[in-house]
Each structure stands twice: as structure tokens, then as C-alpha cells.
């Protein structure tokens, strides 16, 4: 059972370069979301989306951009990278099916860098 | 601005210590408080939540201790073994989207 996979795990791009991460999941999870998590700060909401071409901007959307064609895939779009968007990038995905029971099952992360 | 602070940064616990690690929220919409785990190179995984209903719940060696009247809750790991060395994240919610503190790096000596 592969879960909630994201590729690349690593990358490094120059600054005004644009790049996608890619995130899927095979659980059927309508909810979605795309994390960073910058050392000492934890995990910051970048968008979610809670179902096939829905979606809404969370903490820290800036810079970024995200769809939702298909259930599976939520991929997040990187215009004009700039060195504060170095971090590691967190997708993770859930079944919506309560407040209650809201698991949220994360990939094993992008670590991107900026230079 | 964090909506849920989270401490101590990181502990330093003897094989067999008690591990505590405590977070304080604000909002009091907030119904539901996961802790995560999650080990180097890997993404968090949920490791046991509590509702604000209960003041107590007990997974294992894992404790949630759940304050409403304060707003605050703790993780307690007993009997830490050197395993459990990972970064625990607390989060709250009020729908589907989980706030989350700050992390405490968890290192359990042999």
C-alpha cells in the first residue's frame, strides 16, 4: 500500500526557476494538503483542498500554486523560486469523514533548495 | 503567529525516563488535538489524538493529559526507550485543517 507518495525527494533549483512537486494518493482520501516545515517553526499550511477542483489557500500560500483535477493528485507549482522557499515540502491526505477522525497520512516529503 | 505553542524545544531523557512535552492554545473552537511523530528523513505520522471531552487518554507507553479550563495538553512517554528519539509535533483543529506547534526533538539516551 503506497500511501501518499511525493516527487522529488530532492531538488535544487536557481532563483526564478519554477518547478512542481508532485503529490498522489491511493486511499480515495478527498482531502488533501501541502505543507512546508522550516526548522524551529513546525508545519505551516500552504493550500488544501477538499475534493476534485476545489481548493483554498492556507497560512502561507505566497509564491505558490496548487489544482485538483483527479481525486489522486494535488500537485503544488513553484513561480519564480526565491531562497525563502527552501524548506521541506509535506503532502498529506485524508478521509474527511469527521473532525474526530481526521488522520492526515503524510508523504515522506521534498527537500528543496534555493539558490 | 502560532496558534498552538508548544514546549521545550528539545529534551535530552535516560533509557526507562519519563519524556513530557507540553502545548498551550488559544482558540476554543479547538475539538480535536493529535500529537505526531516523526522520525528523521520521514514524513509525521499520527501517534494518538484526544478529544476536549475527556481529560485522559492511553496509548502504550504514550499519554495525553488534556487541560480544557487551562487550554493546554501534554504528551507523556514513559519508560522511554531509544526508539521513541523523533520530533513530536502537537496540533488542534476546529474542521479539517490541524495547526501545528512548534516540534520538540526528543533524544532518549541508552
Known amino acids: 500500500n503506497a500511501g501518499v507518495t511525493q516527487t522529488p525527494k530532492f531538488r535544487i533549483l536557481k532563483i526564478g526557476q519554477s518547478m512542481t512537486l508532485q503529490c498522489t494518493q491511493d486511499m480515495n482520501h478527498n482531502y488533501m494538503y501541502w505543507y512546508r516545515q522550516d526548522p524551529g517553526m513546525g508545519l505551516k499550511l500552504i493550500y488544501y483542498s477538499v475534493g476534485a477542483g476545489i481548493t483554498d489557500k492556507g497560512e502561507v500560500p505566497n509564491g505558490y500554486n496548487v489544482s485538483r483535477s483527479t481525486t489522486e493528485d494535488f500537485p503544488l507549482r513553484l513561480e519564480l523560486a526565491a531562497p525563502s522557499q527552501t524548506s521541506v515540502y509535506f503532502c498529506a491526505s485524508s478521509n474527511g469523514v469527521s473532525r474526530a477522525k481526521n488522520i492526515q497520512y503524510f508523504g515522506a516529503g521534498t527537500r528543496l533548495s534555493v539558490l | 503567529q502560532q496558534q498552538v505553542k508548544q514546549s521545550p524545544q528539545s529534551l535530552i531523557v535516560q533509557k526507562g525516563g519519563i519524556s513530557i512535552i507540553n502545548c498551550a492554545y488559544e482558540n476554543t473552537a479547538f475539538d480535536y488535538f493529535p500529537w505526531y511523530q516523526q522520525f528523521p528523513g520521514k514524513g509525521p505520522a499520527l501517534l494518538i489524538a484526544?478529544?476536549?471531552?475527556?481529560s485522559e487518554k492511553k496509548e502504550g507507553r504514550f499519554t495525553i493529559s488534556f487541560n480544557k479550563s487551562a487550554k493546554q495538553f501534554s504528551l507523556h512517554i514513559m519508560d522511554s526507550q531509544p526508539g521513541d528519539s523523533a520530533t513530536y509535533f502537537c496540533?488542534?483543529?476546529?474542521?479539517?485543517?490541524?495547526?501545528f506547534g512548534a516540534g520538540t526533538t526528543v533524544t532518549v539516551r541508552a
Open positions: 496540533a488542534a483543529s476546529d474542521d479539517y485543517k490541524l495547526s
Open positions: 484526544i478529544r476536549p471531552d475527556v
